[in-house]
């Protein structure tokens, strides 16, 4: 165990050897920076036993969310756990480091905020701030569907968060109802900067060799929210974004996705062909919104063109928002969850996270499992998972749709994808 513990250090460990705010060009004349700088969110020598455990958030593919109050403080995080063995043995160590080192340069009332990063033996710990109102998800499945009221809202506070990240050279990848929370007031914040790729001109500090598939054809995202050039392998755009913004809106409005189908095959087939049909209620200017946020051409989805976001936020969909001061308005009402809803005592916030899921030492399950939530637990724990909609099975899909493609004749260097894991282990500290 030791010896694995050694191992992950060295592959999160900084290259002490950098000098500060140097850079350099590789190959293509392109700027590599390798900056060695001091994280905003400092990394901590806490453990999970400073930690009052509450209920699990959520579950995401490489991680588990849970409500942990600090006992010094009494200040209350959201803490993203991720289990080391499992990310190493996933490959997933650039990607957290990624999003760790970009959510910590990132400084929005839209986006969630990292506090500080901790670890022990097993586990990766980022103490995020806490969405006491859930996900966007759960409201819609809660009401049904979203009047437009709240719809055009709830989208403007994504919209202004989205500006802010593509402004920072940044496209998000998983725009989707479970990855937009709300504030215990209702407002709106982004989560899940896992699948985040900074673009060549990113004002964000990334270290060489971190998450970068730019030679790759990699498929990251939802399977119901992914834009079809991506399914066709062409570059992440900011585009993708704005595309799950429709599909994120259109859910909003009707309670199901755009493109749900049967499988995650029949979705893509769907999403290929831009079978796209409008409920009747819809107005006519969320109809076009959503009808030219899912445009074939990502060039041509407001926000993305040369007008940039003010074509967006000039929509007549939008028309009344006040943009400069969302985060002052009232928030449209949540409808919070009942016991019966919850169907079982983990998700009560009054019954506590149980610690032994989490991979220290001294909770170690007898099993020998740490860290990360069987397949057994997650379902029982998060009944969502079963549906299309949340079934976030993107690595799963990975395999999947590439097969498919390949079937279908699509070239895919998906070879790439496999073998890059080793040099994607850029060296930073947690
Ligand atoms: N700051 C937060 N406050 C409250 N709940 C959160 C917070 N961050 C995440 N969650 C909950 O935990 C879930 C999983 O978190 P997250 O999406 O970051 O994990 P992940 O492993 O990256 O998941 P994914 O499979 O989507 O990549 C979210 O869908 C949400 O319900």
Known sequence: MLEMERDFDSKLRIQ???????????????VQRSKSFAFRA???????????LGKIYGVGSYSKVVRAKKKDTGIVYALKIMDKKFITKENKTAYVKLERIVLDQLDHPGIVRLFFTFQDNYSL?????????????????????????????????????????????LIHRDIKPENLLFTADGHIKIADFGSVKPMQDSCITVLPNAASDDKACTFVGTAAYVPPEVLNSSPATFGNDLWALGCT??????????????????????????????????????????????????????????????????????????????RGETPPKLVLETMAQSGDNDHDPGSPFNPTHIGDSSMTQNDGNVGVLSSAEATSHITRLASIDSFDSKWYWLNTFCFAHIVCLYICPFSAFLNKSDSLLCEISW
């Not at 002490?16 to 392109?30: A, I, R």
């Not at 400092?42 to 009052?52: A, K, L, R, W």
């Open 16 to 30: 002490s050897s950098s000098s500060p705010s140097s850079s350099s060009h590789n190959n293509n004349g392109n």
């Open 249 to 326: 809106l259109y859910q909003m409005l009707s309670g199901t996705s755009p493109f749900k189908d049967a499988s995650e095959w029949l979705i893509f087939q769907r999403i290929i062909a831009r079978d796209l049909r409008f409920p009747d209620y819809f107005s006519e200017e969320a109809r076009d919104l959503i009808d030219h946020l899912l445009d074939t051409d990502p060039s041509r989805r407001p926000g993305a063109g040369r007008g940039g976001y003010a074509v967006l936020k000039n929509h007549p969909f939008f028309e009344g928002v006040d943009w400069k001061n969302l």
């Open 42 to 52: 400092p990394q901590e020598n806490f453990t999970i036993q400073d930690f009052e």
């Open 125 to 169: 710990y980022m103490a995020l701030e806490s969405c006491e109102g859930g996900e966007l998800f759960d409201q819609i499945t809660r009401k049904g569907r979203l009047s437009e009221d709240e719809a055009r809202f709830y989208a403007a506070e994504v919209v202004d968060a989205l500006e802010y990240i593509h402004a920072m050279g």
